[in-house]
């Protein structure tokens, strides 16, 4: 059984081109996979927690010293964890806002990326520890970033594959769907998107 963990981090909700694009994914894959379970994660619907001094010097604490108050400060991190290591597939919504992420995204980002359970540094320099997971990037943006003079604008794509590579997940599809602001493209944009759908396992 395929497990599929998807991040949605849209504060506009299903409506979203990032979320549509998602959902189109999840339904690709259903279609890939015929045992695929899914478990799907609203970080702006949840009001996920940015993280805070307290709980990332728990983060730090060897497990056997953590007091009660530690411990369920990192009852988050704990969990969003767990899904991430449990999961075959990672979806991410990643709408752009102000050429970035949502920063809910980046809060969940916070969470997952602790020393020595996400990744670790050895001799040869960090090591991801998250193995064998396949992502894909459903991204949204008002404009056309993924080419000409607005590309160097583009903080989402380059900072997602960068995170994703750090804590291991190096398989990583970029899905793109551009110019929701622009009325001439806004229907072209989402055709275009779903073209880059015609993969096979």
Request: hydrophobic share 40%; aromatic share 8%.
């Amino acid at each position: 059984m395929k497990r599929v963990l998807h991040i949605k981090s849209s504060i506009n909700g299903n409506e979203s081109y990032s979320a549509r694009l998602g959902c189109a994914l999840v339904h690709k894959l259903r279609n890939l996979y015929t045992d695929m379970y899914v478990v799907t994660k609203d970080l702006s619907e949840e009001d996920f927690p940015h993280l805070g001094g307290d709980t990332f010097a728990a983060f730090f604490v060897p497990k056997e010293e953590l007091t009660p108050d530690q411990e369920h400060l990192l009852r988050i991190s704990d969990k969003a964890i767990q899904q991430v290591m449990e999961a075959d597939i990672l979806i991410i919504d990643a709408p752009m806002y102000n050429f970035g992420i949502p920063s809910q995204l980046k809060a969940w980002l916070d969470q997952i990326s602790r020393a020595g359970v996400t990744f670790e540094y050895g001799k040869d320099g960090p090591k991801g520890l998250i193995q064998n997971t396949k992502a894909y990037i459903a991204m949204a943006s008002g404009g056309v970033y993924s080419e000409g003079a607005a590309k160097q604008m583009d903080f989402v794509s380059p900072y997602l594959r960068t995170i994703l590579g750090f804590l291991g997940i190096t398989d990583v599809d970029l899905v793109r769907v551009e110019g929701t602001a622009m009325k001439k493209l806004q229907k072209q944009s989402i055709e275009t998107a779903l073209d880059q759908l015609q993969w096979t396992d």
